[in-house]
T-cell receptor
Framework: GNSVTQMEGPVTLSEEAFLTINCTYT??????LFWYVQYPGEGLQLLLK?????DKGSNKGFEATYRKETTSFHLEKGSVQVSDSAVYFC????????????FGTGTQLKVEL | NAGVTQTPKFQVLKTGQSMTLQCAQD?????MSWYRQDPGMGLRLIHY???????DQGEVPNGYNVSRSTTEDFPLRLLSAAPSQTSVYFC?????????????FGPGTRLTVL
């Protein structure tokens, strides 16, 4: 079946540090890949997505590239801010599966001054 | 637009009690879904609906019922609550059920079953 594996958290960084959150997936076919962000006390928000191999999703300074050869979709940001503190979820939607998402376990990011 | 709203925000039940978690959206979205979020397990799909009158099971449907009588509302019913249903529940909606449509999530309902 489909699955998503994310790096364990929490990840603690200083402001302006470089961020990488690893995500790998298992799926048949060519799934679409997503990163969602959950700020404290709120629901999830779509951060970025990629729908085919080698696509790069980007938003708010965050980027992730769909790597089919390594089945990965790592999230990166060059300079994090305190306001980026949140839980980040990697997710996939399998080919032909409509909008049903399979989520990773989430990675908590804490950014300190 | 209020987006996706969920009520209540918090609920405590005793084992065996029943309740309904409410979800409503004002974006005229066809697709709605329910997820539960548990520590160390991410979010898992409970039930979903591709339009009024059409529902289907997700990954973890046991113990939950849904119906979709209107486009706006998608309530989740627990007929006989169990401690294993202690979780945070999120409702989501998107314009259609195809993967290129962004899903919008509600703020969640935190349920504790004693």
């Amino acid at each position: 079946g489909n699955s998503v594996t994310q790096m364990e958290g929490p990840v603690t960084l200083s402001e302006e540090a470089f961020l990488t959150i690893n995500c790998t997936y298992t799926a048949t076919g060519y799934p679409s890949l997503f990163w969602y962000v959950q700020y404290p006390g709120e629901g999830l928000q779509l951060l970025l997505k990629a729908t085919k191999a080698d696509d790069k999703g980007s938003n708010k300074g965050f980027e992730a590239t769909y790597r089919k050869e390594t089945t990965s979709f790592h999230l990166e940001k060059g300079s994090v801010q305190v306001s980026d503190s949140a839980v980040y979820f990697c997710a996939l939607a399998r080919t032909g599966g409509g909008n049903k998402l399979t989520f990773g376990t989430g990675t908590q990011l804490k950014v300190e001054l | 637009n209020a987006g996706v709203t969920q009520t209540p925000k918090f609920q405590v039940l005793k084992t065996g009690q029943s309740m309904t978690l409410q979800c409503a959206q004002d974006m005229n979205h066809e697709y709605m879904s329910w997820y539960r979020q548990d520590p160390g397990m991410g979010l898992r799909l409970i039930h979903y609906s591709v339009g009024a009158g059409i529902t289907d099971q997700g990954e973890v449907p046991n113990g939950y019922n849904v119906s979709r009588s209107t486009t706006e509302d998608f309530p989740l019913r627990l007929l006989s609550a169990a401690p294993s249903q202690t979780s945070v529940y999120f409702c989501a909606s998107s314009r259609t059920g195809t993967v290129d449509n962004e899903q919008f999530f509600g703020p969640g309902t935190r349920l504790t079953v004693l």
